[in-house]
């Protein structure tokens, strides 16, 4: 329940910017970043392997199924065969169906993951990953801003610069698409198979979709997303600022106007870009609230974000006793609610899939079921879900900035082990992170921060001069 009280004196002469450090900040973030992702190169070259499987192995002991799969993934340039056993071998849906249904003798098992654990190919589904990872952070920021003037709340105002800046922070994210847009337009098809000619050639179901799945459409609605979004968060973050200069409470109306819209494209960018970035990278399955799976995992990073960066903001002294505990409470209740959501609707997802039974759908969940990522799956279930679930349930909880920052912290790591359960299964058998993954993290988290400090550098972190503040400073929950 909320009320107010009477509101803390605010002076609006005090020093809200990082003071020149933000510029230095965004340095130091860069450079680690960047070393983050060299290292990660290094890592990649090391390891060697790739998806392509020797073909003179012998095949002459090995499950049907299994030889299959060696045979599709042995030359992507045209000799591996059409079929095998009269069943398209184009169609690895199935016959991964059948390879994760049986156990395999350990000897085979170890070939496939030292052939499927390194080179570009695990590179480019690590950094996919990675990518999917902060490209949630600022959307998780701009859905923040969008539904606030959407309801147009007087509370979050103290807060709302934070996430306009979290938003902002998409211009620079929207570059490191360029690893994944570029290999596609040139050809490759390491990381979406769709872009295969050979295999939509052979494979009817993705000679189908051709029309929405080729790389020049691709990279057009990927320019069509980024520029959705860059476009609104930047509108949003100027007019506020515009506002810390003129004191026009016009420029709040305005703002409150373009919302409704906004939110709506939001909706269907968020949508789409989880289709065909995230879901695309296994062709033949598909989910229809798959766009809100991946934007309600977005708004509990978004929020996880931003309650880390407002206690850090705090602790440093840039924003006073104008941000309370309530603010953080009911931040708190944001992520314990959006979190529960995210369970919703990814048990919506397995249980019609489950009850459903079609080949077409069940492929894609029995390779999360088998060979270790059933316990990948299980720490979700009760990492990502249960055990966040009670730990933020009580008032207590979220009204402790220790218990919040650790939280915050929780989520943030089981939204990127999401992101990993979800796309890694179709390029390795080995179902833990290893020192690629986190260096890529590692590394476009320090970029997403670069940008943020950056955008943070000149400016005052709270709207200093919006009409609602003093609604927001005199915030109380009851």
Not at 304 to 332: N, P, Q, Y
Request: aromatic fraction near 14%; charged fraction near 15%.
């Amino acid at each position: 329940m909320a009320g107010h009280h009477s509101s803390p004196p605010f002076d609006l002469s005090r020093d809200r910017t990082l003071r020149g450090q933000g510029t230095a900040y965004a340095r130091t973030a860069a450079v680690v970043g960047l070393v983050c992702l060299g290292l990660a190169l290094v890592v990649a070259a090391l390891t060697g392997g790739t998806a392509r499987i020797d073909q003179t192995f012998d095949l002459q002991h090995a499950p049907p199924a299994l030889v299959g799969v060696v045979q599709l993934l042995a030359d992507k340039e045209g000799t591996a065969p059409e079929s095998y056993d009269g069943r398209p071998i184009a169609d690895i849906n199935k016959l991964a169906h059948e390879l994760f249904s049986k156990e395999l003798p350990p000897h085979w098992d170890t070939f496939l993951q030292e052939k499927t654990g390194g080179g570009w190919q695990r590179f480019q589904a690590s950094y996919l990953v990675a990518f999917l990872f902060v490209v949630s952070l600022s959307v998780g920021g701009l859905f923040f801003i969008l539904i606030q003037h959407l309801a147009r709340a007087g509370w979050s105002v103290v807060l709302g610069r934070i996430a306009e800046i979290m938003a902002a922070s998409i211009g620079l994210v929207s570059i490191l698409a360029l690893p994944i847009v570029l290999p596609l337009l040139f050809g490759s098809h390491s990381l979406y198979e769709w872009n295969d000619p050979h295999l939509v050639e052979t494979d009817a179901l993705i000679r189908h979709k051709r029309a929405w799945l080729n790389p020049t459409f691709f990279t057009i609605r990927a320019v069509l997303y980024f520029g959705v979004w860059a476009l609104f968060s930047r509108f949003f973050l100027a007019r506020s600022r515009e506002q810390d200069e003129s004191g026009d409470p016009a420029l709040t109306s305005r703002m409150q106007a373009v919302a409704p819209i906004g939110t709506l494209l939001f909706a269907g960018t968020v949508n789409f870009f989880a289709f065909d970035f995230m879901m695309s990278v296994a062709p033949h399955w598909f989910s229809a609230i798959y766009g809100i799976y991946y934007f309600a995992a977005s708004v509990v990073g978004g929020l996880a974000t931003m309650i880390l960066l407002c206690v850090w903001l705090k602790r440093r002294g840039v924003i006073g006793s104008e941000m309370t505990i309530d603010h953080f409470h009911d931040l708190g209740k944001l992520l314990f609610g959006f979190n529960f959501f995210w369970g919703y609707i990814a048990f919506s997802q397995y249980v019609l899939i489950w009850y459903a039974n079609i080949p077409e759908e069940t492929g894609w969940l029995i390779l999360r079921q088998q060979n270790g990522w059933q316990w990948l799956s299980l720490t979700l279930l009760f990492g990502h879900l249960f055990i966040p679930f009670l730990g933020l349930m009580s008032r207590r909880s979220r009204r402790s900035i220790p218990s919040l920052v650790f939280w915050a912290c929780w989520l943030l790591a089981m939204h990127w082990l999401d992101l990993y359960w979800n796309v890694l299964p179709q390029f390795s058998l080995r179902p833990w992170p290893g020192v690629l993954d986190l260096l890529l993290l590692a590394g476009l988290s320090s970029l997403f921060l670069a940008a943020f400090f950056r955008t943070a550098s000149s400016k005052a972190l709270v709207a200093v001069r919006d009409p609602r503040l003093s609604e927001s400073l005199a915030f109380h929950n009851a």
